[in-house]
């Protein structure tokens, strides 16, 4: 497999997006765009820090504009070469998006949606709690978790028996991106910020959201201790998502490498690897300040991968295509 040619299709989010995010749902800038198949005929969009009229990237503080620090949106559009639009999203009694995850006080700044599934009725979203913007690319997490929908994504829990603490800084779970297969729930992880390996974790969907039934990937078998986990990706990893190309049969991965500047695309044929080293799909000499890199669930089949990437000017998410050459 290999990359032939890349396009981005156009706005997902902000002023001039086929949705018109700004107008209908106040959404005028955001990023990320986590996306996953929600098994009722939608994909589900989570956004991260969500603005409305007055910040992009510049100007006034979030306090002057809506601040948001997370929101989620739904699709049904499958022709993905007009956009992707956006039928609807949780909202607030005006409609507007309405922040789904909650954030405390004190050492929280935000809370982050990094990756999300739909199994057995239930919705998982991986998240993490900011504790502190360093500088970019490197931040502090208070924790990681998995918030829990039972009602199609309306309303989410945060129970405190589902999170990694990161008290030293060094938990190798606090970004993370879901995957289902052989009746179980697979994240690979890797540590706060963009620089880490990445390594994998598992459990059974019934324990789920319990984060003490997961066990780790050690290089040669399956661990109960988070710390015996073996890398099986080499970093630098930033934002990632998983993926079964049902074509191939291999996994995708793709994930932010700071040292490639851009967007990079690996296989393998398990989860535990070996994994490709990638080529480089999204540049961020072509599109500077490139992050995120979610892949469309429903365009795991064909030669035309679609996906969502982030720009932090004009701080907005848009759909991009890369076509690949099925070797």
Same mark, same amino acid.
Request: glycine residues 14%; hydrophobic residues 35%; aromatic residues 10%.
């Given at each position: ?81 007009? +956009? ?19 954030? +405390? ?66 938990n190798r ?9 052989? +009746? ?11 620089? +880490? ?37 080499e970093g ?9 190309? &049902? ?15 851009g967007i ?5 044929? &398990? ?26 669930? %429903? ?12 720009? %932090? ?9 890369? &076509?690949?050459?099925?070797?």
């Open positions: 497999m290999r990359a032939s040619e890349t396009t981005r299709i156009g706005p997902v989010t902000g002023a001039g997006s086929p949705s018109r995010t700004d107008e209908r749902f106040g959404i005028h800038a955001t990023d990320l765009g986590v996306l996953w198949d929600g098994g009722d005929g939608r994909v589900l969009v989570a956004f991260g820090d969500t603005y409305g009229r007055g910040w992009g990237g510049s100007g006034p503080g979030p306090e002057h504009a809506d601040w948001r620090r997370n929101v989620l949106a739904y699709s049904t559009n499958r022709d993905l070469d007009a +956009g992707l639009r956006l039928d609807g999203v949780v909202a607030r009694p005006d409609g507007s998006a309405a922040q789904v995850l909650p954030s +405390g006080g004190g050492r929280e700044v935000t809370v982050i949606p990094n990756s999300g599934i739909a199994v057995d009725g239930a919705h998982y979203l991986h998240y993490m709690s900011v504790r502190e913007w360093i500088r970019p690319g490197v931040w502090r997490t208070n924790h990681a978790g998995i918030a829990v929908s039972r009602d199609d994504g309306r309303t989410w829990e945060k129970p405190r028996g589902a999170r990694w603490p990161n008290r030293w800084g060094d779970f606090q970004l993370g991106a879901f995957a289902f297969a052989e +009746g179980r729930v697979y994240l690979l992880g890797t540590t706060n910020g963009r620089y +880490g390996d990445a390594y994998l974790a598992r459990a059974d969907v019934a324990a789920l959201p319990d984060t003490r039934a997961f066990e780790y990937w050690t290089g040669s078998g399956w661990s109960r201790r988070a710390r015996a986990a073996a890398a099986v990706v630098p990893v930033g934002e990632m998502s998983l993926g079964f190309h &049902r074509t191939l049969g291999r996994w995708l991965l793709m994930h932010l490498d700071e040292a490639r500047r990079v695309l690996r296989s393998a044929e &398990r989860l535990t690897g070996p994994w490709t080293p990638g080529e480089v799909v999204v540049s961020g000499g072509e599109h500077p300040a490139v992050y995120g890199g979610y892949l469309h669930p %429903w365009s795991l089949d064909g030669p035309d991968l679609y996906y969502l990437v982030s720009q %932090w000017g004009p701080y907005n998410v848009y759909l991009t295509r890369t &076509r690949l050459v099925l070797d």
